[in-house]
């Protein structure tokens, strides 16, 4: 079951390949989540103590000039930034790779999400890949690049297509 990260979880044996990832959990999700800075949600390992994966989500914002020319137009132009959610990281441990997991903890970042803009305006869902291999994954479910940011985007209204 995906949950809120707690202090019992067993973050330090955590490995997902990526040491800044692996960094994140170890040390500053929990400050962070104390903070209010960001929600961190893990998947504990039902028969040990290990985080299979983590995501984190956080309120954020990006300066309309961010989006395409096509996207812009949709937009007002009042809005100087537009209110996104920030997937802001989303690892799984080596030993669960390739399994699936990644694209469940997606599915539910990503619906977490869309349910929380029907409360709390927010225009889609903004992942900032660490590197090619995480723009690939990203791209395989639908998110599009945002022009110069090296950000990738995913529309709500897609999102209310899937979930609504
Ligand atoms: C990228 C990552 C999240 C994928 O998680 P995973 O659990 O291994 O992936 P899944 O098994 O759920 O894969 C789901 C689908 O995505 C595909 N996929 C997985 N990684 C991919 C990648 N890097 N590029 C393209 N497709 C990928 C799988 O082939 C699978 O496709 P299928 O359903 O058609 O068979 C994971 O490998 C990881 O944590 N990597 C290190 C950290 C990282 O890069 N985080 C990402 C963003 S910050």
New binding site residues.
């Given amino acids: 079951m995906i949950e809120l990260l707690r202090k019992d979880h067993n973050r330090k044996d955590f490995d997902?390949?990526?040491a800044t990832?692996n960094i994140y959990l170890h040390n500053q999700a929990g400050q962070d989540v104390k903070r209010k800075l960001s929600a961190c949600f893990v998947l504990p390992d039902r028969d040990t103590t290990l985080i299979k994966?983590y995501y984190t989500l956080s309120n954020n914002s990006i300066p309309l000039q961010s989006f395409s020319q096509e996207v812009r137009r949709k937009l007002p132009k009042s809005y100087t930034s537009i209110p996104t959610t920030l997937l802001?990281?989303?690892?799984?441990?080596?030993r669960?790779?390739?399994?699936?997991?990644?694209?469940?903890?997606?599915i539910d970042a990503l619906k977490r999400s869309y349910e929380i803009s029907k409360e709390l305006g927010s225009f889609g869902v903004v992942?900032?890949?660490?590197?090619i291999?995480?723009?690939?994954?990203?791209?395989?479910?639908g998110f599009i690049e945002l022009p110069d940011s090296g950000k990738m985007f995913i529309a709500m209204k897609t999102l209310k297509e899937l979930f609504g």
């Fill in positions: 997902c390949g990526n990832l994966g802001g990281r989303l690892a799984i441990d080596k669960s790779q390739g399994q699936g997991i990644g694209k469940i903890l997606l992942v900032d890949p660490i590197d291999s995480a723009k690939n994954f990203y791209r395989k479910y």
